[in-house]
């Protein structure tokens, strides 16, 4: 017998027991980070791999790089807190070595380390030793990739959700990453003025947008193939994305404005101010991951979708 | 089957056990305190149960139940009402961890209607519908499902409890506002009719 | 409520679903949760180590490890775990009642939830000597209070327990046994 004033409602209830049921336990913060640090990494790591292969003359660009770097994933890092339930335990979060998000943790954090290594020696001491500095970008090039692979591969070892589940989700991120990070890198760059940028490294900065570009489109459409094909909840994916309620992110977002759109402009040589394709093409990697995360449902229990339905 | 523990949970078993009978037979008795209760009700000049104490009868007879319904064609199904398993006879229906509980179950919530009569009147799972009577109607969500009678809809009415304090939050429907209290569809226990003749449309 | 269990947080779940076409249709209920899985999906993805297999079996959510980032329910092919929001586990307003002032604090706000196997009773009605299984003090919960006798609970590494030998008998078999986690929870077939 209840002599309280004001009971829960119903309703509230009701809300709290049909929550969970919405599917949804990663949001938009985790699209956030999957974006943000892809394109950190991305734009660190292809900065450090050009001035690996220019003989260390590209410090301006491993500078835009760091910076880029440090922030996208800085702040896919804070945004991870954020997200945590309990964030004020984040320090447990490398606790257990067999987990992807404890390996995770620690590569993400070295590459904050080196992106920021990276920063204070160019205002403090740009005339460090080339072989020490060529060892940080090494290591910056390895991060770099290592950060953009584990991404993918957290999605891709869920075994019991059948559209992630598969070698080619890592694959796809790392394409990814580097085409958001190279459009970001080569935007500020074309940006920034008084920059020292070596032809080759220039050269390769153009041409590989395109062929990252070229190359994610053509493993976007064999992802949707093979996902066709596969277990039921990759099937729904697939058809959520190509004319369900994930239509507009799909062909809006990431196939026409973050691949086609931009591989046009810069095959045809149109003249557009960088900085707008490389906003196309962030958007469209932003839309990748939320397409991704969004469409990853688990393969059912019996009676599971059924229930689904009927729940009130 | 279950643990050993459960075992004795069910009354047959105690009855065998304390060697009791189950009353019989159930007809005669029923004939007898039919007559029973005419004569009281005569002898103090009370004419209003009549029609009712005609049902106390051993073996019953045959009455053309739908017709007692004098409602146009337009109302082609029947709206009945069941009961849910988890809240029985509804005095709990404010107990929050039993609402949990019957969300989980089929029928809680809503009107169930059978797929094909929901295709017919363009009814998705979900859909808000009008339940009409010719005394009112009702407005509810559809539970689209197989096992319903394609003539019929199912309303877990609860006897109404649907009204009390927490349970009237949650919206789920309740038939009482759309049927009538008469002595013409009252049976001799004293059990009104649970069923009335609707139409049902998309909202 | 036994464990506690915050509003909205569902330890095991009935799935209520039908079968074939009217007239030949078919009820079906399938309770699931957390299945105790030997080769746990969420033990590997846990980044604390707070989801742990004990040496009994039994995988517990070690509440002061758990930071709630939510991988071990992104990796649970049964969706056996829930996410706690609520700091206070009360169902009507304000504060709590006695029962659920004595379970409070147990599961933290943002931390994830599941079955325990109802861990406590197994360990105190064990330490009395009772049989999880055959007495109900150290038997879980949910076993209990089945009202058809549905659920059974014991020993798998014993081969002459109750429940080993109806899985012998009936064919007992996991649910989505191809995914390799090994589940504890065996399904007798109809």
């Not at chain 3, 599941?114 to 919960?141: H, M, N, Q, W, Y």
Request: hydrophobic residues 45%; aromatic residues 10%; charged residues 15%.
């Amino acid at each position: 017998m209840l002599s309280r004033k004001n009971p829960r409602s119903g309703a509230e209830i009701l809300r709290f027991a049909q929550n969970d049921r919405k599917g949804e336990i990663w949001g938009l913060k985790v699209v956030g980070y999957l974006f943000l640090a892809g394109l950190g990494s991305g734009a660190f790591g292809a900065a450090a791999g050009l001035d690996l292969h220019t003989n260390g003359q590209s410090r301006d660009l491993t500078n835009i790089g760091a910076w880029i770097g440090l922030l996208g994933v800085g702040v896919g890092a804070l945004l991870l807190l954020w997200d945590l339930g309990m964030p004020h335990r984040f320090f447990r979060l490398v606790g257990n070595k067999s987990s992807l998000i404890s390996a995770g943790t620690v590569i993400l954090t070295v590459l904050l380390v080196l992106a920021s290594i990276t920063i204070i020696v160019a205002v403090f001491s740009p005339g460090i030793s080339p072989t020490v500095y060529r060892a940080l970008m090494v290591l910056a090039a390895g991060f770099g990739l290592a950060t953009s692979i584990y991404v993918g591969f957290l999605l891709a070892v869920v075994k019991c959700r059948p559209f992630w589940n598969t070698p080619l989700l890592p694959l796809l991120f790392v394409v990814s990453s580097f085409s958001t990070g190279v459009s970001a890198l080569s935007s500020v760059a074309s940006t920034a003025s008084g920059l020292r940028v070596p032809a080759a490294a220039a050269d390769i900065l153009s041409s590989g947008e395109v062929l990252l570009l070229g190359l994610e489109l053509v493993m976007v459409a064999f992802y949707v193939a093979t996902m066709e094909n596969a277990l039921p909840q990759a099937r729904i994916a697939v058809r959520r994305w190509v004319r369900g309620d994930l239509a507009a992110v799909f062909w809006l977002g990431i196939v026409v404005g973050g691949l086609m759109l931009p591989l046009v402009l810069m095959v045809a040589g149109v003249l557009v101010p960088p900085p707008l394709v490389a906003i196309l093409i962030l958007a469209g990697g932003f839309s990748l991951r939320y397409g991704v995360l969004s469409a990853g449902a688990r393969s059912l229990v019996p009676g599971e979708a059924q229930q689904a339905a009927f729940v009130r | 089957m279950g643990p050993a523990f459960l075992r004795p949970w069910y009354l047959h078993a105690l009855m065998v056990k304390m060697g009791l009978r189950y009353e019989l037979p159930y007809q005669e008795r029923l004939k007898r305190i039919g007559e029973d209760l005419g004569e009281r009700l005569h002898s103090v000049g009370s004419h209003f149960w009549d029609d009712q104490l005609r049902e106390y009868q051993a073996m019953p007879e045959w009455h053309d139940f739908p017709g007692l319904w004098d409602t146009g064609p337009e109302y082609d199904l029947w709206l009945i009402t069941c009961r849910s398993m988890q809240f029985a006879w509804g005095g709990n229906v404010g107990i929050p961890a039993l609402i949990e509980a019957a969300s989980m179950a089929i029928g809680h919530g809503g009107i169930s209607l059978n797929t094909s009569t929901a295709r017919a009147r363009g009814i998705k799972n979900g859909d808000d519908i009008w339940v009409e009577s010719p005394v009112g109607r009702l407005k509810a969500k559809a539970v689209v499902r197989e096992g319903v009678h394609p003539e019929v809809v199912v309303a877990t009415h609860m006897f109404g409890h649907w009204r009390t304090p927490v349970a009237k939050e949650l919206g789920w429907p309740s038939m009482n506002p759309i049927t009538r209290l008469s002595y013409k569809l009252t049976d001799e226990t004293g059990g009104t009719s649970d069923h009335v003749r609707v139409k049902v449309y998309k909202a | 409520m036994e464990n506690f269990v915050p509003p909205g947080v569902f330890f095991t779940r009935v799935n209520d679903y039908e079968a074939g076409t009217y007239p030949h249709v078919q009820r079906h209920f399938l309770p699931v949760g957390c299945m105790h899985c030997k080769d746990a999906p969420c033990v590997q993805a846990c980044p604390s180590g707070a989801s742990a297999r004990r040496q009994d079996g039994i995988v517990l959510v070690d509440q002061n490890l758990c930071v709630g980032c939510r991988y071990c329910m992104v990796v649970c092919p049964y969706g056996a775990r829930d996410f706690n929001e609520e700091s206070n586990a009360a169902y009507f307003g304000p504060g709590p009642t006695p029962s659920e002032a004595f379970g409070a604090g147990r599961y933290p706000k943002g931390s994830v939830v599941k079955c325990t196997f109802c861990a406590d009773r197994i360990d105190e009605a064990g330490s009395r000597g009772l049989t999880p299984g055959v007495d109900r003090d150290a038997t879980p919960a949910c076993v209990g209070s089945c009202i058809a006798g549905a659920r059974f609970f014991g020993d798998l590494d014993d081969e002459d327990s109750l429940v080993c030998q109806l899985i012998r008998a009936r064919g007992g078999k996991p649910l989505q046994e191809e995914l390799g986690t090994e589940p504890s929870v065996y399904y007798l077939p109809r």
